[in-house]
């Protein structure tokens, strides 16, 4: 529940999650196979090939989590939340101009400011197959091929990525003038995943400089 004294300042219902099950899977593979080739480095390697095994890790481990574990886009009635691989964006409806979509998904603010959607993925292949469905539909006379995308019947004639955008846009209008979205954008470095690289940056520079 919010608080009665501030109703606005947190809202008192679940978000939405827009995340890729591809992109997650993608990387939990990868750490693992990067996970065991570089403890095995580290074990059984010789000089400084423990070190630069370790280095390695420190470095590798946080960019694989940013691009691929790490994204994600939250969304209220309140503000969308978006967890870029090293930014963090909240940003109320009110100060969202609007969500569109080419080779990848953005969101523009009110003063220009542009952010990719990292978790929601444009698919070529996926618009290819919706737009084969949705010339089937027309064909066998569907007489909802034609209707406009805001429209929930066509959800399931437009690809996986799309979906999720038309979702965003029509909360991002139905809650643009609305009381609790009003403000303005905040913008957080992720420095959990920036401290980690650079270190392991750093370090794998000094031993391959002193190799």
Do not use: H
């Not at 109320?92 to 952010?115: C, H, I, M, Q």
């Not at 809650?175 to 401290?195: K, T």
Request: proline content about 7%.
């Amino acid at each position: 529940m919010s608080d009665p004294q501030n109703p606005v300042a947190e809202p008192a219902y679940q978000d939405r999650t827009f995340r890729s099950p591809a992109g997650i899977a993608g990387g939990v593979l990868l750490l693992a196979l990067g996970t065991w080739l570089g403890v095995d480095a580290a074990i059984r390697g010789e000089g400084r090939t423990p070190w630069l095994a370790l280095a390695g890790l420190l470095l590798a481990v946080p960019l694989v989590v940013a691009y691929t574990v790490r994204p994600c886009v939250y969304a209220n009635d309140d503000r969308l939340r978006i967890r870029n691989p090293f930014r963090s964006i909240t940003l109320p409806w009110a100060s969202v101009a609007t969500l569109r979509s080419g080779y990848s998904n953005e969101v523009l603010t009110n003063d220009g400011t542009k952010f990719q959607l990292w978790a929601i993925p444009v698919s070529l292949r996926g618009r290819k197959k919706a737009a084969r469905r949705q010339s089937q539909a027309a064909a066998a006379g569907d007489p909802t091929s034609g209707k406009s995308f805001l429209d929930p019947t066509t959800r399931a004639t437009r690809s996986t990525g799309d979906q999720s955008m038309d979702s965003l846009r029509e909360l991002a209008e139905r809650q643009a003038d609305a009381e609790s979205a009003q403000g303005e954008p905040v913008v957080r470095w992720a420095y959990e995943i920036l401290a980690p690289c650079a270190a392991g940056a750093v370090l794998l520079v000094v031993l391959l400089a002193v190799t």
